[in-house]
């Protein structure tokens, strides 16, 4: 497709659970961005790649959060052991261009995640 | 404090009325976006700036280098510019958002 494509849309967790969230981004871009975004706020930055490589990692909330993009295209974000304050929208962006300033930045649909 | 710091938090308006959002922020920035997040949906980068101003149809996007604040114009408002409106700047090695403007607009 011609966007950033995040499965699921929506998923229920039950706490302790370990849930993947995937990001499928615009083909050809090299950087890929994670978000978390909780309920009545803006987004906060997790995690960023450039191809395969994670750049930085330094939003990432615990060692519970793990992402990975193993062939420089599609990513995945894992919980491992879900807590409540999990429950956000986790938003994947991708680009073209490198770095981490927002430029020419697609924004996934993201997935909302609800950890019960 | 929040680095990023919007205003209103929610706005309300009529149709075809004119709709300022302001944005002001407090570190040091090279450039700054504004977006726009309809509900269950994703984020569309509406503008970049780093001086001046912007125009893109109905909408228009100013920023103040010197006084740390930027502003989103809305011209001639309709019910489907009904979203959030965020503003996010770049500092130094990471976007900060802001908590965004809610804009529900009625016919």
């Known amino acids: 497709g011609a966007g950033v494509s995040q499965s699921p849309r929506y998923k229920v967790a039950k706490r302790g659970q370990d849930v993947a969230l995937r990001c499928d981004p615009i083909?050809?871009?090299?950087?890929l961005f994670w978000y978390q975004q909780a309920l009545g706020q803006g987004p906060e930055f997790l995690t960023y790649?450039?191809?395969?490589?994670?750049?930085?990692k330094s939003g990432l909330p615990s060692d519970r959060f793990f992402a990975e993009r193993p062939e420089g295209s599609v990513s995945t974000l894992k919980i491992q052991r879900t807590q409540q304050e999990d429950s956000a929208v986790y938003l994947c962006?991708?680009?073209?261009?490198?770095?981490?300033?927002?430029?020419?930045?697609?924004f996934g649909s993201g997935t909302r995640l609800t950890v019960v | 404090k929040n680095e990023v710091e919007q205003s209103p938090q929610n706005l309300t308006a009529q149709e075809g009325e004119f709709i300022t959002i302001n944005c002001s922020y407090s570190?040091?920035?090279?450039?700054l976006h504004w977006l726009q997040q309809h509900p269950g949906g994703g984020i569309v980068s509406l503008f970049m700036l780093s001086s001046g101003k912007k125009k893109h149809g109905r909408l228009i996007a100013t920023i103040n280098i010197q006084e740390k604040h930027s502003s989103l114009h809305i011209t001639a408002s309709h019910p489907r510019d009904s979203a959030v409106y965020i503003c996010?700047?770049?500092?130094?090695?990471?976007?900060?958002f802001g908590t965004g403007t809610r804009l529900q607009v009625f016919p």
């Open positions: 996010a700047v770049y500092n130094t090695d990471k976007l900060i």
């Open positions: 083909s050809g871009h090299v950087s």
């Open positions: 962006a991708s680009s073209l261009h490198q770095g981490l300033n927002g430029f020419g930045y697609t």
């Open positions: 790649f450039q191809n395969e490589a994670q750049l930085d």
């Open positions: 570190v040091g920035i090279s450039a």
